[in-house]
């Protein structure tokens, strides 16, 4: 055990999912209970460490006895907006703060700290790390499952949860009005929760951005479930990164200008009934995905990383990540995972399954 090792801090970075607070609850039970550390929870990612004081709350474990095990979200707070290196500042000009988030571990006197994020999240972390002396252990969470190594990511398997029982309320009223019913889902790089969903919830259609498609394939399978199968509804599911026919990213902007994916779904509805004179609806599951009561499975995983990081720590080793992989909880050098996105698989296992359930990917 390091001896030396007396107080850590522990933050969430990048877009909230379910699963971020039994996290937390399970690195200060380790922390406290196992080596008697002090846990330092640092305020919305790394804009906490910005501030002076620095923006962070000691974490007991009084604060865990209720229901925040099974609470949404996260008591952190948290930020996907911006690169510490490269941050906008309010005026429109462009300032490097990592000196100031640096400073602010060192402020704290922490002598390790636990990331919580996504790949992205994870590179700037590392890179802070790297050029602070920052004794960095990673978790990884993001609804997309896309972080390379680990099967799951924290969120992940809520966000399927969702869309699943998304299909599940989908499937009857479309049933009853003959209908074909759109999902889309979000996955801004990687089509895991629509494929996963998809394939628990009986879609017809799945649409993720590693697999090009043809409107033409689409309306085939359409035409073929209400002509061969004598089917009068049909379930299309797609990933909001998935383009338009001529290669398009489908982008809203927010009031601030703000761009991000969303608009897939009414886009394909349009184009389906064009194309089969269908009678369409579209729903975009947007956040919904992201915040709820994390599934028992996010609590697991959640509960699992917590406690192995914290004992990465004690241990001494830093600059890893805890990962899930051949029903273990390991963990991996951050370099073999930071930028190296995990999409899926177009010839791997759960495509083959979606193929051989005879589901329409498109192609
Ligand atoms: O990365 C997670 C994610 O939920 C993506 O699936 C989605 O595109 C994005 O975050 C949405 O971010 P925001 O909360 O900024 O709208």
Redesign the pocket.
Known sequence: MNRDIKRIGILTS????AGLNAVIRAVVHRAILGYGWQVFGIHEGTRGFMERPVGCEELHLGQFTGNLLRLGGTILGTT??GDPFDLLMPDGTRRDRSDEIIEGYHELALDALIGVG?DGSLAILRRLAEKGGINLVGIPK???NDVAVTENAIGYLTAVDVATEALDRLQPTAASHSRVMVLEV???DAGH?ALSAGIAGGADVILIPEIPYSMHHVQSKIEGLRHEQNRNFALVVAA??VVTENGEPVIVTDADG?K???GIGHYLGRRITEETGAQVRVTVL??T??GGTPGPRDRFFASAFGVHAVDLIAAGKFDRMVAWSNRDCIDVPLSEVVNHPHPVDPNGPIVRTARGLGICLGD
Do not use: P
């Open positions: 990048g877009g909230d999912c996907n907006e996504g993001t609804i997309d979000m996955g801004r929760i909001e990164g703000k991000r994916f969303g947007g956040h995905q992201r």
